[in-house]
């Protein structure tokens, strides 16, 4: 079996007008260093998660009770977070009575799995013990747990397992392996003994941690996943430990690389993340329905199904596996909203499985300007997210035979015109497409796609460069990492801090000549001038306002006399240089 090895790096990190005071490096910390060791490409382990790419994360809990409301106050962001000191800073004593009103007389095991499985996924991660200590399951090492502290007395666990199995769908569980906000000597745990004295994490460790994981690998009949996270400050021999009793339970289950210290079979990007840039290796990004994770009373903001489906093929294009969240009530009921958009998102799956399953990498290795690209074999698939005004795909760089293009609708393929231009493959789409969310077209090829790699300006759709596929020089290039709320997550790569003759500067391919309009997204401070130009062409240059968060501003007309090739670079002429972070410039071109 072939190993690839992925590290995720989580580099400099800041947190723009966040109103939370959590900071982006301690999460850096938490989650740890992961390494990729392990492809199951040809073996049962792993299968799932490398031919389905698509899961249910699902985050309930004691805090879901609360709903992100405690005495009367509302506090905005992850739910399963209230009880720390950063959001109600909710004694323990306190919090743990939660549990005697906990009676989530509305779970439905089978529903939850059902609509998984109706929405397209194939397997389930579920909150076990998050950082609260309150642990999902019936544990006999400990008493604060759904069946002793609470008036339901369920396991809810072992029905997830039943219903899994019923609906041929894999289980997996979620476990904080070291914060525990509730037993002493739990990582960020300011819980006493009995005795009134601290006790050390070795206690926390021995008593808890290392015996409930071995009830979770161990009482519920085969599992796909275990998924740990944060590790924080836990020393790796006890990661060890954990490893090797999950590998004893469960030969077949993958470990998540948030386990810590290199010691997880796949990388799990940061929360919220979807990457621009193809992946090697094993690898997740973990999203959310709506903004919190566990369920937030107020959170109405949902994905609509195109923002579900966008976000998944994404994924799957840039060589990951997507693992979406739901946050049910503190009842154990599923907000109707977000039934409803994973159903409707699951019945374009139902009518393009191939798009998504068993499919690898797009050959260009980044998004293009109308949509996404996932492959399998010879087939491209083209996933379109914005139909161009004049109904033409422009593929830059395909340099293998087209043998057909063909649009996919209602199990019928309509063969479409294909010609080719100066480097670029032209797919001619007819004016009436019946499929509302996300149009399809297949490529068949004379065998596997081979792409040059350059970006192209695509006149028929605007096309957006960002930073993070720019040469930059004499200027900070790093990505950026802040929270709109707490624990919502956004990125970023920007160029800063510019030096005399600092530059971002991108090698496309220009298909149409003429008039662009030229867009930048940056933020900074005051007024800044920026100014773009074109090797060997002309010069543009405006001065616009700036904030301390991204923006578009426009910049001119830039114009390109003829098809080909050009370096096209910007720079930061005037104003707060150092504070002048560019994330993105945005090309449209102008019929005249």
Same mark, same amino acid.
């Given at each position: 079996?072939?190993? %690839? %090895? ?27 260093? @992961? ?71 509305? %779970? ?70 070291? @914060? ?129 489906? @966008? ?144 970006l192209g300006i695509d006149p028929s759709v605007e096309t957006t460069l960002l930073t993070e596929f720019a040469n930059v020089t004499n200027a900070k290039f790093h990505q950026i990492r802040w929270m709109e709320k707490f624990g919502e997550w956004k990125h970023a790569y920007q160029a800063t801090e510019w030096k005399k003759d600092g530059k971002a500067t991108w090698d496309v391919s220009v298909l149409q000549p003429g008039h662009y309009n030229v867009d930048l997204t940056y933020r900074g401070d005051k007024r800044v001038v920026w100014c773009v130009e074109i090797e060997g062409g002309e010069k543009i240059q405006n001065q616009q306002n700036a904030s301390d968060?991204? @923006?578009? %501003? ?39």
């Open positions: 079996m072939m190993n %690839f %090895f992925y590290r995720y790096l989580l580099v400099v990190i800041c947190i723009l007008g966040s109103t939370a005071s959590l900071k982006a490096q301690e999460m850096d910390e938490m989650w740890g260093d @992961q390494v990729v060791k392990l492809r199951a490409d040809d073996a049962e382990r792993g299968q799932l998660f490398n031919d389905g790419n698509y899961a249910m994360f699902i985050h309930w809990g004691l805090y879901s009770h609360l709903g992100n409301k405690y005495k009367g106050k509302t506090y905005y962001g992850i739910g399963e977070w209230i009880m720390n000191p950063r959001v109600a800073d909710i004694p323990y004593q306190e919090y743990m009575k939660i549990a005697d009103d906990f009676n989530p007389t509305k %779970f439905d095991a089978d529903a939850i799995v059902k609509l998984a499985k109706d929405a397209g996924m194939k397997y389930v991660v579920i909150t076990s013990k998050h950082h609260d200590g309150f642990a999902m399951f019936d544990s006999d090492c400990n008493d604060f747990n759904i069946v002793d502290a609470t008036p339901w007395g369920r396991d809810p666990m072992k029905d997830l397992a039943v219903a899994c199995q019923k609906y041929g769908l894999g289980l997996g569980f979620y476990y904080s392996h070291f @914060q525990d906000w509730t037993y002493p000597g739990g990582g960020k745990s300011r819980a006493l003994r009995k005795n009134g004295e601290n006790a050390g994490f070795d206690y926390y460790y021995e008593t808890k941690c290392k015996p409930q994981v071995e009830e979770i690998t161990s009482m519920y009949g085969p599992i796909e996943i275990v998924w740990f996270d944060t590790p924080g400050g836990i020393p790796k021999n006890y990661v060890e430990e954990l490893v090797a009793i999950t590998r004893k339970n469960q030969p077949n289950a993958l470990i998540c690389g948030r386990a810590g210290h290199g010691l997880g079979d796949y990388a799990s990007l940061g929360d919220m993340e979807v990457p621009n840039k193809n992946h090697d290796g094993m690898w997740e990004t973990v999203d959310t329905t709506n903004d919190s994770w566990a369920y937030a009373w107020y959170d109405e903001y949902w994905k609509t199904p195109k923002d579900i489906l @966008q976000r998944l093929i994404s994924t799957v294009g840039r060589g990951g596996t997507y693992m979406l969240n739901i946050g049910p009530r503190g009842d154990g009921s599923v907000p109707d909203r977000a039934q409803a958009t994973l159903r409707k998102s699951g019945e374009w799956i139902q009518r393009y499985p191939y798009v998504v399953y068993g499919t690898s990498a797009s050959p260009w290795g980044h998004a293009l300007p109308w949509g996404d690209v996932t492959v399998k074999d010879n087939r491209l698939f083209l996933a379109i997210y914005e139909i161009p005004e004049n109904r033409v795909l422009n593929l830059p760089g395909l340099m293998t035979e087209v043998i057909s293009a063909t649009l996919v609708e209602g199990g019928e393929k309509k063969p479409l015109n294909v010609s080719t231009q100066d480097g670029w493959t032209c797919i001619q789409l007819p004016q009436v497409i019946s499929e509302k969310i996300i149009p399809v077209v297949e490529i068949e090829l004379v065998s596997a796609a081979n792409v040059d790699h350059s968060h991204f @923006q578009r %501003f426009p910049i001119g007309w830039v114009h390109f006399p003829k098809p080909g090739r050009y370096k096209i670079s910007v720079s930061c002429l005037e104003g707060d240089k150092k504070a002048a972070a560019l994330k993105a410039a945005h090309f449209t071109y102008i019929e005249l």
